[in-house]
């Protein structure tokens, strides 16, 4: 089988990947001109991480990672309205506090 695949973001190379493993001659086109410098940032609990881990690539990305431990929302003037707390360690429970 093949597969002509739009899009090498996340989605589009995950399915690259398994259908590569399953045998599938794929073929992944990208319109951007170039790799980012940089990318978004990922929510990397619940699915995502299943995935990572049923992938094997989960203890390479736990090397390369960049650990998050808080995000602050902030309003139009920059000020700071919110904030999002989280272990930098895993997937775990988060807490949210409000600052005003």
Known sequence: MRALICGSGISG?????????????VELVERAP???ESGYLIDFFGPGHQVAERMGLLPRLLDVRYPVSAFDYVDGAGRTTSRLTMPATGPEPVRRSRTR
Do not use: D, S
């Open 13 to 25: 190379l995950t399915l690259a990947w398994h259908l590569e493993r399953a045998g599938w001659e």
């Open 34 to 36: 170039a790799f980012r």
